[in-house]
């Protein structure tokens, strides 16, 4: 097991905080009194093995499930009891572990149509197309950052699967998120287009926190600077990945007991 934890020096604020979140269904307790901090300008990494609660986690912070105890605080706020919609647009936006784009769109197009939610111009079906154009510019910046410049007019059908999910980043970008949650982004990848879209993320965490839930270990050590494990909803061990990737309950649950 490869080590190359990502070194940090001062601990920059808070963003996304959750204490005593706990989700039950009926009689099972999927997730149970897990303390979450996630900082600016940090890669936050939530690991652990298939049922461990990851994805219920993701779910109750973005408010597409009410916890059944606990609080959630974005950016000062409490979001507990807040709609999605709103929290989206407090600047918490989410990934999907399937690709979310447009298919028979271009791949411009998919980030303009992104746009129009913090333009203003979502609701105004009546202006005419051009009125888009405005929104050129920025696309053209967030696919430059993303390094889709040379296929801005490709049919989004036509990318490859890796490519696909650089363009959800791009659209998800578009709404100038302050924490962005990726959900398995590395799920289906070949080498290549892992190691782009690890650089990615190292480059949208200069200026917002990101969370994301990752099978990829090697990912998990090459970028994020800290990581919760969790297993059975609960949190096992947190750290950097050098710190939790040594501890042998860690090694026991989710990573085996082979040497590194």
């Known amino acids: 097991m490869a080590i190359n934890a990502v070194q ?15 989700k039950v269904f009926g009689a099972f307790a999927a997730v149970k009194d897990v303390d979450l901090d996630v900082h600016h300008a940090r890669v936050h990494a939530l690991i652990g093995p298939n049922g461990a609660g990851k994805t219920t986690v993701f779910n109750l912070l973005t408010k597409f499930l009410q916890p059944s105890a606990g609080t ?36 411009l197009d998919n980030v303009r149509v992104a746009l129009q939610r913090p333009n203003n111009l979502a609701t105004q079906f009546w202006l005419p197309m051009s009125s ?14 993303v390094g889709l410049a040379d296929a801005r007019n490709t049919v989004a059908a036509d990318l490859s699967y890796g490519r696909k999910r650089v363009l959800e980043i791009a659209t998800t970008l578009a709404l100038d998120p302050k924490v962005l949650l990726l959900d398995e982004p590395m ?23 990101v969370l994301m839930v990752e099978h990829n270990l090697s990912v998990v050590a090459d970028i994020c600077h800290h990581v919760t494990v969790l297993q059975r909803g609960e949190i096992l061990a947190e750290g950097d990945y050098a710190t939790v990737s040594q501890d042998p309950r860690v090694r026991t649950a989710y990573m085996g007991t082979e040497e590194a």
């Open 8 to 22: 940090t020096h001062e601990e920059p604020r808070v963003v996304l905080s959750a204490r005593g979140l706990t």
């Open 72 to 107: 959630i605080n974005l950016l000062g706020t409490d979001i507990t009891n807040t709609a999605p919609d709103k929290v989206a647009r407090m600047g918490l936006v989410r990934s999907f572990q399937i690709s979310a784009v447009f298919p028979h769109l271009t791949v």
């Open 132 to 145: 888009l154009d405005r929104l050129n510019q920025r696309a053209e910046e967030l696919l430059a950052a």
């Open 187 to 209: 799920a289906g990848m070949g080498q290549e287009d892992i190691g782009t879209v690890s650089s990615i993320i190292r480059n949208v965490a200069k200026e917002r926190a």
